[in-house]
């Protein structure tokens, strides 16, 4: 008795070619964001007092990384082309662009070119502030990705409206993009006096800070693109991206700012609005006897 060849159905076999596909769309954006890091790196290092473009290069460059690092989540989780391998590489790709490129792009903007002018003692100092406030940066970063990994459903320390999505602790895009924002405020002129490092390193310690608090930080992840929204929203997001066409430097500085603030009176707001804890019930003087 012979058998028949398995019939195989072409829309079946298309679909299938297509599901494969889309797990390859969303790693083709972070690829995107390790090039980007890599670009941001090299820029940094090349950057000096006469080319301050270069660090402007950088800064840019991690901006553009945020919006790779966005779509690729986003795509995945709209497509439910997720997998271990994909959260596995984005999460190596975020090490390298938000951890040590704008650690890179923070020290040799902020501490590495000051003038030999300010003391030789004095300007030593603070290059070593700024490698351990940068080396700080780096690993509070990454301690923040390796406990995004591990934790299901964390809860923030300062809870937030039901329903709504938040970050424990601001995330490293935000922190890598708050640095690259005030790089690309000045145009990538790097720092030329002492204490302008100096508040520059605390400013870096501040966000290493955030980054591992347990701070509620509102999250985008939140936004389902899958189900209709007001019109209105693509007036907004249409303004908001014209001016950053026509003034990214003060916008993108404005919108770091603001969203680093968010977090900072969330915290402060559930600091003073706690209700007070209620004394311990008076214990009868008769039990005791």
């Given at each position: 008795m012979s058998q028949r060849p398995l019939q195989t159905d072409p829309d079946l076999t298309r679909q299938r070619g297509v599901?494969?596909?889309?797990?390859?769309?969303?790693?083709?954006?972070?690829?995107?964001?390790?090039?980007?890091?890599?670009?941001?790196?090299?820029?940094?290092?090349?950057?000096?007092?006469?080319?301050?473009?270069?660090?402007?290069?950088?800064?840019?460059?991690?901006g553009f990384a945020i919006v790779f690092d966005f779509f690729d989540g986003g795509i995945a989780r709209l497509t439910n082309t997720a997998s271990a391998f994909g959260g596995e590489l984005d999460s190596l790709a975020?090490?390298?662009?938000?951890?040590?490129?704008?650690?890179?792009?923070?020290?040799?903007?902020?501490?590495?070119?000051?003038?030999?002018?300010?003391?030789?003692?004095?300007?030593?100092?603070?290059?070593?502030?700024?490698?351990?406030?940068?080396?700080?940066?780096?690993?509070?970063?990454?301690?923040?990705?390796?406990?995004?990994?591990?934790?299901?459903?964390?809860?923030?320390?300062?809870?937030?409206r039901p329903g709504r999505k938040y970050f424990v602790g601001m995330p490293i895009p935000a922190g890598a993009g708050a640095v690259a924002a005030v790089v690309h405020l000045v145009q990538g002129n790097p720092l030329q006096m002492w204490w302008l490092s100096i508040g520059w390193g605390v400013f870096v310690f501040a966000i290493a800070f955030l980054m591992v608090s347990t701070w509620r930080f509102f999250s985008l992840k939140g936004i389902n693109f899958r189900q209709r929204q007001n019109f209105r929203w693509l007036i907004v997001i249409g303004m908001v991206m014209a001016l950053i066409w026509f003034s990214s430097q003060y916008v993108l500085f404005a919108l770091?700012?603001?969203?680093?603030?968010?977090?900072?009176?969330?915290?402060?707001?559930f600091v003073f609005r706690r209700p007070p804890v209620p004394p311990p019930p008076p214990q009868d003087e008769a039990s005791h006897a």
């Open positions: 599901r494969k596909g889309l797990y390859l769309l969303p790693s083709m954006f972070t690829a995107g964001n390790i090039a980007a890091g890599y670009y941001a790196i090299s820029q940094a290092i090349q950057g000096t007092a006469s080319d301050p473009w270069h660090f402007d290069q950088a800064a840019k460059a991690i975020d090490v390298i662009t938000f951890g040590v490129a704008p650690a890179v792009l923070a020290w040799m903007w902020g501490f590495r070119m000051l003038p030999l002018e300010a003391g030789p003692d004095l300007r030593t100092r603070v290059i070593q502030l700024g490698a351990i406030a940068t080396f700080v940066f780096l690993l509070a970063g990454a301690s923040r990705l390796a406990r995004f990994n591990i934790q299901v459903n964390p809860q923030p320390s300062n809870p937030g770091a700012l603001i969203y680093i603030l968010s977090g900072v009176f969330a915290r402060l707001s």
